[in-house]
């Protein structure tokens, strides 16, 4: 047998059309995942949405009503058959860190493990290294910053060397400041020591700047699933644009594959005449031009038509400006966000152009 005729390993973590319901409601509705070793998925969607019951039914601690879990193509969970969570070689990491406060941090770190004294404490002080807090190994959790709570719940989470990493919020307590440090600081060792990590997280930022692949979950259901790059690129659906930026929304009716606009027609290929469609776009793709005159731009191939508004009211949020602008042809109030100081004033006219490449045409729900 050949090196390419080997078969794939399973993967790491592999979820089945899992479904949990609650008074008859469906707050987990038929999601399925995989996740390889070494890998990173976020789990991303809104408050409610049934990220954190999900997470349970890996960990053990809530029983889903249908579907099945794998681990390294095991099964661990269906409805019938049950490991006990203790025996699921699953780490778990919450936000309020739950450390022991009556024990130090090496004891805390040594909670789950088993064996020789010696090699514990090897253990400990390895993962204690790893996260800079090794000075503080006698120490206990009161005296620590909640940066480095963070940081020691990690090294517990992660001294029986788990398989799977499941992390509900973790960084959601902590500072602004610190959490870009500690989320790059705990993403390194993560990846060190290979375990496959699911990430739940409401926020776009987080999961963007850790997920290897990003499941965006909504009303129970993922409803895309794939690279970061490609969920925010290729979006599925308004709200999917939506839930990790500001976005602008035109109207229009679908004739002859062509939607009129304020900024020019949009292709719609294949959508049959007289649908209603929205044409979707982020701020930062607005492009902005002084009134010269009463006249603007000349319309390109890449921006199209350019349309004039007139400004309402700018905002300095620290690195951009946000502009918002009453626009001439139909009333419509459009943003725009222009990198660092940029602040006219009310009522000035101004032409605004559209990237056509980061413009979504989508039927109305």
């Known amino acids: 047998m050949t090196a390419q005729d080997d078969p794939k390993p399973a993967p790491r973590l592999e979820v089945r059309s899992l479904i949990r319901r609650f008074e008859g409601r469906a707050v987990v509705d038929d999601v399925s995942l995989s996740i390889e070793a070494g890998q990173v998925t976020c789990l991303l969607g809104p408050s409610g949405c049934g990220k954190s019951t999900t997470l349970r039914m890996i960990a053990g601690v809530e029983m889903q009503d249908s579907g099945e879990i794998y681990v390294d193509g095991k099964l661990i969970c269906d409805t019938v058959f049950r490991v006990p969570p203790e025996r699921r070689q699953i780490g778990l990491m919450f936000q309020d860190f739950a450390l022991f406060p009556h024990l130090s941090v090496a004891d805390n770190v040594a909670f789950g493990l088993k064996g020789a004294r010696d090699l514990k404490r090897a253990r400990v002080e390895e993962l204690l290294n790893k996260v800079h807090l090794k000075r ?207 602040m006219p004033e009310p009522g000035r006219a101004m032409w605004l152009t559209v990237r056509r490449d980061r413009c979504f045409v989508l039927p109305v729900d």
Not at 138 to 161: F, I, K, N, T, W
């Open 136 to 342: 503080f190994i006698d120490g206990y959790p009161h005296e620590l910053s909640g940066g480095e709570q963070q940081r020691v719940a990690l090294a517990r989470a992660l001294a029986p060397r788990p398989r799977i990493m499941l992390m509900d919020e973790p960084f959601s307590g902590l500072d602004n400041r610190l959490r870009d440090g500690i989320r790059d600081d705990t993403l390194s060792l993560l990846k060190e020591e290979d375990a496959a990590v699911l990430l739940v997280t409401h926020e776009p930022d987080e999961a963007m700047r850790m997920a290897d692949e990003i499941a965006l979950m909504r009303r129970g259901r993922i409803v895309q699933q794939g690279a970061p790059y490609n969920v925010y690129t290729r979006p599925a659906d308004k709200a999917a644009v939506a839930f990790f930026s500001d976005v602008n929304v035109l109207q229009a009716q679908v004739n002859g594959a062509l939607a009129d606009t304020p900024f020019g027609q949009f292709l719609a290929p294949g959508v049959p005449d007289g649908t209603d469609v929205e044409i979707v776009f982020r701020p930062q793709h607005v492009k902005l031009d002084f009134d010269r005159k009463g006249a603007g731009p000349l319309p390109t191939a890449s921006t199209g038509v350019a349309a004039r508004g007139v400004v309402q009211r700018a905002r300095f949020l620290g690195n951009e400006s946000l502009v918002e602008f009453r626009m001439d042809v139909d009333g419509a109030l459009l943003k725009a966000t222009v990198p660092n100081v940029f």
